[in-house]
């Protein structure tokens, strides 16, 4: 079982940053491939970033460039550094672990979420 609780949301203004932290509980963190979807208000949840037990990391189009994804295993813990922000990018923010690879985490079926952080950008 693992537990995720995300934090680092807020209001900025567009063309600011964020760093978004997702905290995890259990001694397996290490071994997961975690990734980060928001949810815009209507929408449904997309990819944005993955990054795999080893480091590796995939990056859907939209934000490639605008957004890093990194880990730290000693601290349970992964981040999504975001920068350029724009309205468009206002949503609540969901971390999500599993023991797919980070093409398949892409679909969205992860086994463990957290509660999200909501995300405002204004323009």
């Known amino acids: 079982q693992v537990q995720l609780v995300e934090s680092g949301g807020g209001l900025v203004q567009a063309g600011g940053s964020l760093r978004l932290s997702c905290t995890a509980s259990?001694?397996?963190?290490?071994?997961?491939?975690m990734g980060w979807f928001p949810q815009a208000p209507g929408k449904e949840g997309e990819f944005v970033a993955a990054?795999?037990?080893?480091?590796?990391?995939l990056y859907a189009d939209s934000v490639k460039g605008r957004c890093t994804i990194s880990r730290d295993n000693a601290k349970n813990a992964v981040y999504l550094r975001m920068t350029s922000l724009k309205p468009e990018d206002t949503a609540v923010y969901y971390c999500?672990?599993?023991?797919?690879?980070?093409?398949?985490?892409?679909?969205?079926?992860?086994?463990?979420w957290g509660q999200g952080t909501q995300v405002s950008v204004s323009s």
């Open positions: 999500a672990a599993d023991r797919n690879s980070i093409i398949d985490m892409r679909r969205g079926e992860s086994d463990y």
């Open positions: 259990g001694r397996t963190f290490s071994s997961y491939t």
């Open positions: 990054i795999s037990w080893a480091g590796n990391t």
